[in-house]
């Protein structure tokens, strides 16, 4: 079993930052892939971003692309999401997942451990 717990999220005006991190509970996590997901009210949650098991490769949503950086610290058991440039768009309950394999994906059903969840909210 891995317990996974999200921080950081809030309430940030467009162009504005903020950094999630996610804390596991379990030595496993250091070889599992790590996944960020965000579900809008009325929409189907979505891929954001994953993190390869040593942090060496990396996938993002296209419209993230160049604005959220993935990235983990096995020895604390850590995977975080720095957002940048934030749109009003991006308001979500963000997820932290962790996968059953060791390479990135964005496949929802390859990720058997969820968080509860943190609410980002971007104000225009």
């Known amino acids: 079993q891995v317990q996974l717990v999200e921080s950081g999220g809030g309430l940030v005006q467009a162009g504005g930052s903020l950094r999630l991190s996610c804390a596991a509970s379990?030595?496993?996590?250091?070889?599992?892939?790590m996944g960020w997901f965000r579900q809008a009210p009325g929409k189907e949650r979505e891929f954001v971003a994953a993190?390869?098991?040593?942090?060496?490769?990396?996938y993002y949503l296209d419209s993230v692309k160049g604005r959220f950086t993935i990235s983990r610290d096995n020895a604390k058991n850590t995977v975080h999401l720095q957002m940048n440039s934030l749109k009003p768009e991006d308001t979500a309950v963000y997820y932290c997942?962790?996968?059953?394999?060791?390479?990135?994906?964005?496949?929802?059903?390859?990720?058997?451990?969820w968080g509860q969840g943190t609410q980002v909210t971007v104000s225009s």
């Open positions: 997942a962790a996968s059953s394999i060791t390479m990135p994906t964005t496949t929802r059903a390859a990720y058997d451990y």
């Open positions: 379990r030595r496993t996590f250091s070889i599992r892939a």
């Open positions: 993190i390869s098991w040593n942090g060496g490769s990396t």
